[in-house]
């Protein structure tokens, strides 16, 4: 509806260093110009990012395993246009020791800046359904399960909705790629990491991946990519290009 949204996930440590412990929601009503936060305080007051100075903010925060600290939001379109059921749907890693683990939320559109009327994936029921639980966080599941041992910053996804192909197209990278460093180390770029491709008919899956490198380097294996991102408006020749940053 012309608003523009915006999670910022947010580290423990100020210097911007560190585990992420949380999310920040931010928005920006259409025709306006500052950033609000999602309870109505200014984004623009700096004070307010950091906990030990009073600020309490976000609307992720030490969730169990830190989960849904870092949220991609899948893509529709131009304003969310390409959207037919009215939800907008959020794709987080489970926390930072189960980033292999993939989470899914969704919300209506009107109630995104409202946690309480968010709504966690919980699993495919027999018949292929998904089933949600409301505001209750602990009970999510896993709606895709990439492969174990990659760095803690692995597998936060880009999901772009291909119109013209009727499918979901999902891009993510390993980070820290098994042997080349400990999973857990907050560098984790030692070496370059892998990039992984898949589609779906919905945004619960299933998941299937058609492209998997485990050596994603580019032009150049010194190169460090990771966080691939597809971009929503450069789809072209009927949805079979599409275009990766």
């Given at each position: 509806d012309g608003n523009l949204y915006q999670f910022i996930s947010h580290t423990a440590e100020e210097n911007g260093w560190g585990w992420f412990d949380g999310a920040q929601l931010i928005w920006r009503p259409k025709g306006k110009v500052d950033w609000q936060r999602w309870n109505g305080t200014s984004a623009h007051d700096e004070d307010r990012w950091f906990l030990n100075r009073g600020g309490n903010q976000l609307i992720f925060h030490?969730?169990?395993?830190?989960?849904?600290?870092?949220?991609?939001?899948?893509?529709?379109?131009?304003?969310?246009?390409e959207n037919k059921d009215g939800y907008v749907y959020l794709f987080s890693p489970n926390g930072r020791e189960e980033a292999h683990h993939l989470n899914l939320a969704r919300v209506k559109k009107e109630f995104l800046l409202d946690r309480t009327k968010w709504e966690y994936f919980v699993r495919l029921t027999d018949s292929g359904e998904p089933e949600w639980v409301v505001n209750d966080i602990a009970k999510r599941g896993d709606v895709h399960c990439f492969p174990e041992g990659w760095g803690w910053y692995s597998w936060s996804p880009s999901v772009v909705w291909n119109k013209e192909l009727g499918l979901f197209i999902m891009a993510c990278a390993g980070t820290q790629r098994p042997g080349t460093g400990p999973?857990?180390?907050?560098?984790?770029?030692?070496?370059?990491?892998?990039?992984?491709?898949?589609?779906?008919?919905?945004?619960?899956?299933?998941?299937?991946?058609?492209?998997?490198?485990?050596?994603?380097?580019?032009?150049?294996?010194?190169?460090?990519?990771?966080?691939?991102?597809?971009?929503?408006?450069?789809?072209?020749?009927?949805?079979?290009?599409?275009?990766?940053?």
């Open positions: 030490n969730e169990p395993n830190y989960a849904f600290s870092f949220i991609s939001i899948a893509q529709f379109g131009q304003d969310y246009q999973v857990m180390d907050s560098y984790m770029h030692y070496e370059t990491g892998g990039l992984m491709l898949l589609w779906a008919e919905n945004p619960w899956g299933p998941w299937h991946t058609f492209y998997w490198d485990e050596v994603w380097d580019g032009d150049d294996p010194g190169n460090r990519l990771y966080m691939p991102q597809l971009s929503p408006k450069w789809i072209f020749d009927g949805g079979k290009t599409m275009y990766l940053l």
